[in-house]
């Protein structure tokens, strides 16, 4: 077999991995990619043997060898010198060997008697060193924050765009020594082949920054839902049966001497169904932003879509107690029915709050024992939570014969959490009454659930291709869904109008 045909079965074997690892859309084994590496090099080396005539490449003389001949000694004594922290300009301005570059960074270890490295460890896991490192550099050229950035991130601070690709094709093993003279449109095309190459740098850059970008984005977009609606986990996208709940047991008899004891069937009461969907949106990092160097796609988009889910799940769980729809009883959540409304709406007041304190203490299960709620959470709106700390942070209060008398409610500070989110305001909308509400803590009721699938509340993010469009795309989706379990343990004021002047 002659090289050129060894350097097509080559190509292909390494072809065939490639297209396993697309064709089931993970990344390569570990063993893909020893073997991969292994397959680059023997294939690199056919391919310094071999001209396009098929003769020996050693033949070829003059200007273009010895250009790349510099450009292959430069970039390898930059390489090296940037893993140990040293500077290469000197080694490359003086013409030193990547040999005597080698000896000169060992020999400075031993005489600081520092960790000896011998360059094995360049592989894959010195790939992902790099990978993380750009990612992170991105993320922080971006302006967002990340806690432990990888070592090496900020030396990709100042990294524009192409740069960052140029470097990325060059450690993936293509031909870049004239990259640096070409536009960053004709760079972005070269990258659009790699976008399924599953070994290939630099879409995974973008992934792990967009992915480190988003997880920032989503812990600190600012929500109130969770404060006060339970949370469960569901294995699918099925209706699912909720738990049973048992019922009270019958009281307890006296037995008498050698009598017997009754017996007693405890009663349960079914729950509605809990159910999941998926909830997503999908943004590109665009041909124009990558030649305009726009970083903000790695930070700031990926950021506003992390906030968008967030709020998309507040506005939904706020709308359950604005809309008082007709839950499983077919009675709506905040009806006279169940007990759990104030007839007419106000302001919050001590007098008005007590009501409501009443009837969420004295509410009672399906068989009419008494459950014993303890309050747990206020929800205000905006315009509402002045009066309320008032209330609660008051040693005293000024009674009807103009005395000080004790607060009954400042023992309940501590106890009380008081929740305010505009979210309530603009879903009421303008000149509209404005409601709050009493909820119970979580351990004495179910009221409001929002399931996760198998319990990742954590936006996932997956780069797809669409087709027409002109740049990197990535899906954003999360699995969620809200129930109302009971109404038993929310209180509802319909409020008052606020007036803002």
């Known amino acids: 077999m002659g090289d050129k045909e060894k350097l097509k079965e080559l190509q292909a074997k390494q072809q065939r991995i490639l297209d396993a690892a697309k064709g089931e859309q993970r990344d390569m084994t570990d063993a893909e990619k020893s073997e991969f590496d292994e397959l680059h090099r023997q294939i690199e080396e056919l391919k310094r043997n071999l001209d396009d005539g098929g003769q020996p490449k050693n033949t070829l003389e003059g200007g273009e060898r010895a250009v790349e001949n510099e450009r292959q000694r430069a970039v390898a004594i930059a390489e090296l010198c940037r893993q140990h922290g040293v500077d290469s300009a000197d080694y490359i301005k003086n013409n030193k060997t990547v040999e005597e570059v080698q000896r000169d960074i060992l020999d400075k270890l031993v005489r600081d008697k520092g960790p000896i490295h011998t360059g094995i460890e360049v592989g894959m896991d010195e790939a992902d060193k790099f990978r993380r490192a750009a990612a992170d550099g991105m993320v922080l050229r971006g302006g967002v924050q990340i806690e432990k950035p990888a070592e090496g991130s900020r030396d990709f601070r100042g990294t524009s765009l192409k740069d960052l690709a140029i470097r990325c094709m060059e450690r993936d093993g293509e031909d870049v020594k004239d990259l640096i003279l070409r536009s960053p449109d004709d760079i972005y095309g070269m990258l659009c082949?790699?976008?399924?190459?599953?070994?290939?740098?630099?879409?995974?850059?973008?992934?792990?920054?967009?992915?480190?970008?988003?997880?920032?984005?989503?812990?600190?977009?600012?929500?109130?839902?969770?404060?006060?609606?339970?949370?469960?986990?569901?294995?699918?996208?099925?209706?699912?049966?909720?738990?049973?709940?048992?019922?009270?047991?019958?009281?307890?008899?006296?037995?008498?001497?050698?009598?017997?004891?009754?017996?007693?069937?405890?009663?349960?009461?079914?729950?509605?169904?809990?159910?999941?969907?998926?909830?997503?949106?999908?943004?590109?990092?665009?041909?124009?932003?990558?030649?305009?160097?726009?970083?903000?796609?790695?930070?700031?988009?990926?950021?506003?879509?992390?906030?968008?889910?967030?709020?998309?799940?507040?506005?939904?769980?706020?709308?359950?107690?604005?809309?008082?729809?007709k839950i499983h009883d077919d009675i709506p959540l905040f009806d006279t029915k169940h007990n759990n409304i104030i007839k007419t709406g106000t302001a919050p007041t001590r007098e008005v709050f007590l009501k409501m304190l009443l009837k969420l203490q004295m509410m009672k299960d399906e068989f009419g024992e008494a459950i014993n709620i303890r309050p747990a959470k206020i929800i205000v709106p905006v315009g509402y939570v002045f009066d309320m700390f008032t209330m609660f942070n008051s040693p005293t209060i000024q009674t009807s014969e103009n005395t000080q008398a004790a607060n009954p409610l400042y023992n309940y500070r501590s106890m009380i959490e008081i929740i305010e989110d505009a979210t309530i305001n603009a879903l009421v909308g303008d000149g509209k009454a404005a409601p709050w509400f009493l909820v119970g803590a979580a351990d004495d009721c179910d009221g409001v659930w929002v399931d996760y699938l198998n319990g990742d509340e954590i936006p996932k993010i997956r780069r797809m291709e669409a087709p027409g469009t002109l740049g990197y795309v990535w899906d954003i989706y999360l699995d969620w869904g809200f129930t109302v379990v009971d109404y038993r343990g929310l209180i509802k004021n319909p409020g008052d109008i606020i007036v803002i002047e």
């Open 193 to 325: 082949r790699q976008f399924y190459n599953p070994s290939a740098s630099f879409p995974a850059i973008m992934d792990q920054a967009i992915n480190k970008a988003y997880v920032e984005g989503h812990n600190k977009a600012p929500s109130t839902f969770d404060r006060w609606v339970k949370k469960g986990t569901l294995k699918d996208f099925k209706s699912t049966k909720h738990e049973y709940i048992a019922g009270p047991a019958g009281e307890f008899y006296e037995v008498p001497e050698n009598g017997e004891i009754k017996h007693d069937t405890p009663r349960d009461i079914k729950r509605p169904n809990r159910q999941i969907k998926t909830w997503g949106r999908q943004f590109t990092m665009s041909r124009q932003a990558f030649i305009n160097d726009d970083i903000g796609f790695l930070s700031t988009i990926p950021a506003r879509y992390a906030a968008a889910a967030r709020r998309t799940q507040n506005k939904q769980a706020y709308n359950i107690l604005i809309k008082n729809d």
